[in-house]
């Protein structure tokens, strides 16, 4: 099988036309291969272009620069091979769920070395070590614990890592998140510790398909980064908006969209 493909770098320079057959031979053998070859029947290259597309309509519409909006491919339950496919399309932060099917992941694709790895998970304290060594960011931190245990844990040979606070914005009792009312006590708690790096906040809204729902609990995660940095804090990051809501998110000033469907179609 011929699959020619353009490879971009982060900035999404052409580099030059690869065959992506064997980048990931290359990288894995014939077992990414294999795999390669039922996913091309999926069209990642299609659907990436059509949410880059969405992100960057949603982002003129709200009268802001595109650029400020970055795309998290989110990649729990996929195969190595869909990842470094998307990869090929210039796609170079992904999202993951489960430690250990990360990690699985990481292995398998430890040649593109370029890859941004964000943890999104619910975190369970034993497996804060490796979460600290093995991504850039971690977008799930709901409570100090969990914050200090990575800052202890964040290896020194790395910068510090990359955190939003979760918060449960709808306060729904399935889901996992700090309340709006103890945000902020947790927020300046965790400022000072000095191997993370606070970034800004997270939210999986409530599921509705009523943009102006979407709306309202959107825009008060972008209230209460307002608040917190009224309070002194510096924070830049709005991580929401998944495949169902990206627009709604856009508009109310995401930074990250995390969208996993919508590129690899649906999961297992
Ligand atoms: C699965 C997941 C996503 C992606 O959701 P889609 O609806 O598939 O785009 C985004 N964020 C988190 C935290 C997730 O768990």
Redesign the pocket.
């Known amino acids: 099988m011929q699959v020619r493909r353009a490879l971009f770098s982060a900035e999404g320079q052409e580099f030059g036309d690869i065959h992506l057959g064997n980048l990931l031979l290359s990288l894995g053998g014939a077992d990414l291969f294999e795999e390669s070859v039922q996913l091309d029947m999926h069209k990642i290259d299609d659907k990436l272009a059509k949410v880059t597309e969405r992100i960057h309509q949603a982002a003129i519409l709200a009268g802001r620069d595109p650029q400020t909006v970055q795309l998290?491919a989110?990649s729990?339950t996929q195969p190595p091979a869909a990842i470094a496919e998307a990869y090929a399309w210039g796609q170079r932060r992904f999202?993951e769920?489960y430690l250990q099917e990360a990690l699985d992941k990481q292995q398998a694709l430890h040649a593109l070395d370029d890859l941004q790895w964000h943890f999104?998970?619910p975190i369970q304290s034993n497996k804060t070590r490796l979460i600290a060594a093995h991504f850039a960011w971690v977008?799930?931190v709901d409570r100090l614990r969990i914050a200090q245990r990575l800052n202890d844990q964040r290896p020194e040979g790395l910068p510090p890592l990359e955190i939003c606070i979760q918060v449960n914005i709808d306060d729904e009792d399935t889901k996992s998140g700090v309340n709006l009312a103890e945000l902020p006590a947790l927020a300046l708690a965790i400022q000072p510790l000095k191997r993370l790096r606070l970034r800004g906040l997270?939210a999986?809204p409530v599921a509705t398909s009523d943009t102006q729902q979407q709306r309202a609990s959107f825009s008060r995660l972008r209230l209460a980064v307002a608040a917190l940095n009224r309070q002194g804090l510096a924070l830049d990051t709005l991580s929401m908006g998944?495949?169902?809501d990206l627009e709604a998110a856009i508009a109310e000033g995401a930074t990250f969209v995390?969208?996993?469907?919508?590129?690899?179609g649906a999961?297992q």
């Open positions: 998290i989110v729990k999202g769920n999104i998970g977008h799930s997270m999986i998944m495949s169902g995390r969208v996993g469907t919508d590129i690899f999961r």
